[in-house]
């Protein structure tokens, strides 16, 4: 890759894709972040007004750059618009796609986001591109979604006692820019993870300590954590929710992946990292 490369960074507003801006730029690049709003650009980097469910947008967008990073908002059409991503950065003659996938992506997963994942996966390989896969766990910043409860002293899932080796979408962004910008990853699938599985009950312990308030979790039944969510969500959203946290409660997102300090080079964010740097969003209302 060249010394300066354009990357197109979709999902530029989002979790990730906001801290991939910054990464990117530390690492030299040149960046275009793809955006729907014109009112409300990126400060400091090149913007394109796209939209994954106008092609032409999207081929627009992709002109003139070295590289992209695939983002979608989860959706129903998630796996329709990402591949609809990839044909357009084929048919652009694009040397490199990052994509960003999920833990344990896998066609016949019972968990709907995980198929949505693998079926894209599924069409990169297919089609031939240049391409990384990124599979990252369970985001901590999701517990940014908590903090209304977490203002009252506690947060429920459907997970029991279940470790998961959750992980800083912080990381994940410098991760993906490490990718993005260097060479040698083209076919790998690199799953990322925290530096440790930890329960949920581990995570009220270290947001407690960081805020130096008391925050219990507590585990709360599929049928509970639904109703909790109905009216809020949409029903194809809080199903998919209760099928990952089944997953999660199975034990089945524990394992520790080493990519993050095999590619960045220093350890990944621990929770209690995480709580530390967020304190400040899981104060009392
Ligand atoms: N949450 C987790 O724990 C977790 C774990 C692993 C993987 N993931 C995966 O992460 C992905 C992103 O999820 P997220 O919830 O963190 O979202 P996010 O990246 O924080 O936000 C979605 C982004 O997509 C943009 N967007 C929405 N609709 C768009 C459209 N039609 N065209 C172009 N851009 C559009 C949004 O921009 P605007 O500002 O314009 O709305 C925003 O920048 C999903 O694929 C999910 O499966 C999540």
Do not use: C
């Amino acid at each position: 890759m060249m010394n300066s490369p354009t990357v197109l960074v979709t999902g530029a507003t989002g979790t990730v894709g906001s801290d991939l801006i910054s990464a990117l730029q530390a690492r030299g690049a040149t960046v275009r972040a793809m955006i729907r709003n014109p009112d409300r650009p990126v400060p400091g980097v090149q913007n394109v007004v796209a939209d994954l469910r106008d092609r032409a947008s999207v081929t627009a967008a992709l002109k003139d750059v070295d590289a992209a990073f695939l983002n979608s908002p989860s959706a129903p059409d998630a796996a329709a618009l990402q591949i609809q991503f990839a044909d357009a950065a084929r048919d652009a003659g694009l040397n490199r796609l990052v994509l960003l996938s999920q833990y344990a992506a896998r066609a016949d997963s019972p968990v709907r986001f995980l198929r949505w994942h693998a079926e894209v996966e599924a069409h990169l390989q297919r089609i031939g591109l240049d391409h990384t896969v990124l599979r990252p766990n369970l985001y901590l910043q999701a517990l940014l979604g908590f903090a209304g409860t977490i203002a009252q002293g506690w947060f429920g899932a459907p997970i029991g006692d279940a470790a998961v080796s959750a992980i800083d979408t912080r990381d994940i962004a410098e991760t993906a820019a490490v990718v993005l910008t260097g060479t040698g990853h083209t076919g790998q699938i690199y799953t990322l993870t925290g530096p440790r599985a930890v329960t949920h009950g581990q995570i009220a312990e270290a947001l407690s300590a960081a805020t130096g308030r008391d925050i219990a979790f507590r585990g709360v039944p599929a049928d509970q954590f639904t109703a909790a969510l109905t009216g809020v969500l949409p029903p194809w959203q809080i199903d998919g929710l209760v099928e990952d946290y089944a997953h999660y409660a199975g034990g089945e997102a524990a394992e520790v992946h080493t990519s993050v300090p095999d590619l960045t080079g220093r350890p990944a964010r621990d929770i209690t990292d995480f709580a530390r740097d967020f304190a400040p969003a899981f104060g009392p209302a």
